[in-house]
């Protein structure tokens, strides 16, 4: 059946109706759900987790809603990736949407609702091709191009950096969400990397380096100097004004290369307060 625009005035306008997805990842792997209702689009494709606002609902709370339903959980966490254009479909009508993607941690293991899909499943992002929807297309180019990491590499050099860290997935995908990530590879193989990200305070937008490190194998080749000049570039194009980074004073390396980049050393006591215990 030829798809076709609404008539009415009102429609006339195009504007979009609005989506949220929640997207779960886990061990490098998404979870998917197969679509179920013959009568709506994408029948028997794989598909996030999500669905059309309600009247008077918000974007968070229909999040919350549409994970509940159709995984039965609930969200321990979760963050905004960005907004998604596309197209979706009602009987012969075709229409515009905007999709709200959604980082979400579950609150407990998902179970399927048979409901609303016919099976779900944990699928490897890397090597995932297409989903439903081509908002959602979209967003999977998104998670690929800033999601799809080695996580034993990252372990192994930021054991280099601090023996005692723990590396939690979940943290890796907020921080490249909240900020930017510069990295160096030789031959697959992750030698260097280094994250920055912005923070307003009342006096001015500054941004700090956090985690920057290279494999002690490949030190002395320059990619620190990259890597940190790199964050600098990222910085100057968010018209950030200071960027400030601390470092143990034994790493002699380190702090020569600050200083060659035009770091001055600030006097300051620097304090840290663990809520965690």
């Known amino acids: 059946m030829r798809l076709k625009k609404c008539d009415c005035l009102l429609c006339s306008f195009e504007n979009p109706k609005v989506t949220v997805n929640a997207i779960i990842i886990k061990d490098e792997k998404i979870l998917l759900g197969k679509r179920k209702l013959k009568e709506e689009p994408f ?18 709370k229909a999040l919350l809603r549409e994970v509940k339903e159709e995984l039965g959980v609930g969200c321990k966490e979760y963050t905004l990736m960005g907004s998604f254009t596309g197209t979706s479909f009602y009987k012969v009508y075709k229409f515009p949407v905007t999709n709200l993607s959604y980082l979400v941690e579950l609150d407990g293991e998902p179970k399927l609702n048979d409901d609303e899909n016919s099976d779900i499943v944990w699928r490897r992002l890397k090597t995932l091709r297409t989903v439903a929807f081509d908002s959602n297309q979209k967003v999977l180019k998104f998670l690929k191009q800033k ?11 930021i054991f280099q950096l601090d023996p005692n860290a723990v590396v939690d ?10 900020g930017y990530v510069s990295k160096i590879e030789k031959e697959g193989k992750l030698v260097g990397l280094g994250w920055i990200f912005p923070r307003q305070t009342l006096l001015r937008k500054q941004a700090v380096v956090e985690d920057m490190i290279v494999d002690e194998k490949y030190r002395g080749k320059g990619y620190g100097e990259n890597i940190l000049l790199d964050l600098i ?23 020569s290369l600050y200083k060659k980049i035009g770091f001055k050393l600030h006097e300051t006591n620097h304090y840290l307060l663990n809520l965690k215990k």
């Open 43 to 60: 029948y028997g494709k794989w598909d996030v987790f999500g669905g059309f606002l309600q009247k008077g609902e918000t974007p968070e």
């Open 147 to 157: 999601f799809v990491w080695d996580f034993v590499k990252i372990k192994k050099l």
């Open 169 to 178: 997935e979940q943290n890796i995908y907020k921080a490249v969400l909240n």
């Open 233 to 255: 570039r990222w910085a100057k194009s968010q018209g950030v004004e200071v960027v400030e980074l601390t470092t143990n004073p034994r790493r002699v390396a380190a702090n």
